[in-house]
């Protein structure tokens, strides 16, 4: 008797599976059909996540930066480092994408973001990663599909930085 339900169980699981990645599929179908108008929209868009960029490039060498002040944090700091590079990473090729530049191309970060800065404590680091989760929500908010995920992701990261890596 067990079988049939534990069957039943699992059948309707996978249904849900596969109407939820067919949604999401959909989802970004269409915000991919929505974002490469080529408008003044899209070059809008452009702009705010190469602002987020730039963000994530700050954080990352902030925390870098910041172990000479706290090297009994060096575990801490060089995650937040290595994830806030992975997010510049990943806004990157969605602006490549934006702007039609395909697969491996990605855009150059501005010369403001490459610059070395000065060793930040810890409270300015987990200051500008709240900053950078606040900044990333409010953006997620005007977006859809990949991005708005994309950038709601990074936002949640930032917020687990500050709050469980720097407490």
Same mark, same amino acid.
């Given at each position: 008797?067990?079988?049939?339900?534990?069957?039943?169980?699992?059948?309707?699981?996978?249904?849900?599976?596969?109407?939820?990645?067919?949604?999401?599929? #959909?989802?970004?179908?269409?915000?991919?059909a929505c974002?490469?108008?080529?408008?003044?929209?899209?070059?809008?868009?452009?702009?705010?996540?190469?602002?987020?960029?730039?963000?994530?490039?700050?954080?990352?060498?902030?925390?870098?930066?910041?172990i000479a002040? @706290?090297?009994?944090?060096?575990?801490?700091?060089?995650?937040?480092?290595?994830?806030?590079?992975?997010?510049?990473?990943?806004?990157?090729?969605?602006?490549?994408?934006? @702007?039609?530049?395909?697969?491996?191309?990605?855009?150059?970060?501005?010369?403001?973001?490459?610059?070395? @800065?000065?060793?930040?404590?810890?409270? #300015?680091?987990?200051?500008?990663?709240?900053?950078?989760?606040?900044?990333?929500?409010?953006?997620?908010?005007?977006?859809s599909g990949?991005?708005?995920?994309?950038?709601?992701?990074?936002?949640?990261?930032?917020?687990?930085?500050?709050?469980?890596?720097?407490?």
């Amino acid at each position: 008797m067990l079988t049939p339900l534990s069957t039943t169980s699992h059948s309707r699981r996978s249904a849900l599976k596969i109407a939820g990645a067919a949604s999401i599929g #959909a989802i970004a179908f269409a915000a991919t059909a929505c974002t490469d108008n080529g408008s003044a929209q899209a070059a809008v868009e452009v702009d705010q996540l190469t602002s987020q960029a730039d963000r994530a490039r700050a954080d990352a060498a902030a925390a870098s930066n910041s172990i000479a002040l @706290a090297p009994e944090r060096v575990a801490a700091l060089t995650t937040i480092s290595a994830e806030r590079t992975a997010h510049a990473d990943a806004l990157d090729a969605e602006i490549a994408r934006a @702007a039609g530049g395909g697969a491996g191309t990605t855009s150059t970060p501005s010369a403001s973001s490459t610059a070395p @800065a000065a060793p930040a404590g810890i409270d #300015a680091v987990r200051a500008s990663l709240a900053e950078s989760a606040r900044s990333a929500a409010d953006l997620a908010r005007t977006t859809s599909g990949y991005r708005a995920g994309l950038l709601g992701s990074i936002s949640a990261a930032c917020a687990t930085q500050a709050a469980v890596l720097l407490p």
